[in-house]
């Protein structure tokens, strides 16, 4: 079955800034668009960037110009490096398969403290 394993979250102070890995396993990585999402206490899931399997990218306005996507299709890995991190940017973070059908790692926390 398709497993999506998210790592790389963690606490970091304003400023900072952070990697996320996603390993996909179970599903062929290559074809797809992955993405990653983010939801706050309170707050819907929102979707924080993409990148399509030629590797266009696409980002939400609130992250562009501080986080970057990107995929290693050998290592079934896509990544989420995350630069000048403030407050806002505490969530859970989620990692998404964007294919046919959609499949959602379990999330992993990023606290940023002020």
């Known amino acids: 079955q398709v497993q999506l394993v998210e790592s790389g979250g963690g606490l970091v102070q304003a400023g900072g800034s952070l990697r996320l890995s996603c390993t996909a396993s179970g599903m062929t990585f290559s074809i797809n668009t992955m993405a990653w999402y983010r939801q706050a206490p309170g707050k819907q899931r929102e979707g924080v960037a993409y990148?399509?399997?030629?590797?266009?990218?696409n980002y939400a306005g609130s992250v562009k110009g501080r986080f970057t996507i990107s995929r290693d299709n050998a290592q079934n890995t896509v990544y989420l490096q995350m630069n000048s991190l403030k407050p806002e940017d505490t969530a859970v973070y989620y990692c998404s398969s964007q294919g046919s059908t959609l499949y959602w790692g379990q999330g992993t926390q990023v606290t940023v403290s002020s």
């Open positions: 990148i399509s399997a030629s590797g266009h990218t």
